[in-house]
């Protein structure tokens, strides 16, 4: 079984609508992360969060919202989806290795694709 | 402001040959660099971390080595195979270790049979 699982993997919905992707893990780490990759500007960090109390915005959170519920599950909201949001969606987790000794070594989802029409 | 850069874009080789991929980075105060692979349309797989304080990493035909005061890192790939096709993205933490990853916009490698 997969450690981090993402859902749905693939979705089109129109402008304007609300959406929501979720992300779960049973890896045990405190520290989730939801990025967004786009042909030809790579990988960008939209919010993370260290644990259920702590969530801070990455570089490009405007027109995105979280919801961390549970130490394994932390979710995207795209409140009004617009087409420049159209992009593939990774959730990733890790360990800040203070004991660990992973050293936030980051560990990803399968991705979900979004297509805004 | 810190930027991953990855060169070359994209790089085809014959199968069985060795080859480097690189990796720059402009600001040198950095916790980690973590390297992943990624095929077409699927997720990041980590291939290996390095530790701001070590050289290098070693995974199979896998070596990744870390020169920080120059602010790049190299990801060696022995004997190629066709299975290595994907695209190689090489990745910082900040010295803070904020677990906040910037990322290049990685090397597309093609192993020929």
């Known amino acids: 079984d997969a450690d981090v699982t993402q859902t749905p993997r693939n979705r089109i919905t129109k402008t304007g609508k609300r959406i929501m992707l979720e992300c779960s893990q049973t890896?045990?780490?405190?520290?989730m992360y939801w990025y967004r990759q786009d042909p030809g500007l790579g990988l960008r960090l939209i919010y993370y969060?260290?644990?259920?109390?702590?969530?801070n915005k990455g570089e490009i959170s405007d027109g995105y919202s979280v919801s961390r519920q549970a130490q394994a599950k932390f979710s995207l909201s795209l409140e009004s989806a617009i087409p420049n949001q159209t992009a593939l969606y990774f959730c990733?987790?890790?360990?800040?290795?203070?004991?660990?000794?992973?050293?936030?070594?980051?560990?990803f989802g399968p991705g979900t694709r979004l297509t805004v029409l | 402001k810190q930027e991953v850069t990855q060169i070359p874009a994209a790089l085809s080789v014959p199968e069985g040959e060795n080859l480097v991929l690189n990796c720059s980075f402009t600001?040198?105060?950095?916790?980690?660099l973590q390297w992943f692979r990624q095929d077409p349309g699927k997720g990041l797989t980590s291939l290996l971390l390095?530790?701001?304080?070590?050289r290098e990493q070693t995974s199979g035909r896998l070596n990744a080595s870390l020169d920080k005061s120059s602010g790049r890192s190299t990801l060696y790939i022995a004997a190629s195979q066709p299975g290595d096709s994907a695209t190689y993205l090489c990745?910082?933490?900040?010295?803070?270790?904020?677990?906040?990853?910037?990322f290049g916009q990685g090397t597309t490698l093609q192993v020929k049979p």
């Open positions: 990733a987790t890790s360990d800040p290795g203070l004991a660990g000794g992973s050293y936030n070594e980051q560990f």
């Open positions: 890896k045990g780490h405190d520290r």
């Open positions: 969060s260290f644990d259920v109390k702590d969530i």
């Open positions: 600001d040198s105060a950095i916790y980690n």
């Open positions: 390095i530790q701001s304080s070590q």
């Open positions: 990745a910082v933490i900040g010295s803070g270790n904020t677990g906040k990853l910037i």
